[in-house]
Nanobody, 122 residues
Framework: VQLVESGGGLVQTGGSLRLSCAAS????????MAWYRQAPGKQRDLVAA???????NYADSVKGRFTISRDNAKNTVYLQMNSLKPEDTAVYYC?????????????????WGQGTQVTVSS
């Protein structure tokens, strides 16, 4: 399974960006999809997550500014980021909990994208 992210870049404070992450490969179903971010010298933290049924949760720092959504038919998750702040600067990673099926057995694996840089200038 491959996760390919796009949409990062440089934006001024108060601006907006939309990240996309498309999953491809041997996928029976994708359970939770999520976005994490990692700033230099810091740990990787959860930004937002969405279940296959559409339930969402957000880090407190992004509530009201970021919106996560997904298109199950396209195995794609999005992150709409508005009112961006310099402290949102980080590498953003897509994560997917993928269910594989052999027809008899089922197994879940966790996958990560390569990351996309988001830089917010002050």
């Amino acid at each position: 399974v491959q996760l390919v992210e796009s949409g990062g870049g440089l934006v001024q404070t108060g601006g907006s960006l939309r990240l996309s992450c498309a999953a491809s490969g041997s996928i029976f179903r994708i359970n939770t999809m999520a976005w994490y971010r990692q700033a230099p010298g810091k740990q990787r933290d959860l930004v937002a997550a969405i279940t296959s049924g559409g339930s969402t949760n957000y880090a407190d720092s992004v509530k009201g500014r970021f919106t996560i959504s997904r298109d199950n038919a396209k195995n794609t998750v999005y992150l709409q980021m508005n009112s961006l702040k310099p402290e949102d600067t980080a590498v953003y990673y897509c994560n997917a909990d993928v269910l594989h099926s052999s027809g008899v057995y089922y197994k879940t694996n966790d996958y990560w994208g390569q990351g996309t840089q988001v830089t917010v200038s002050s």
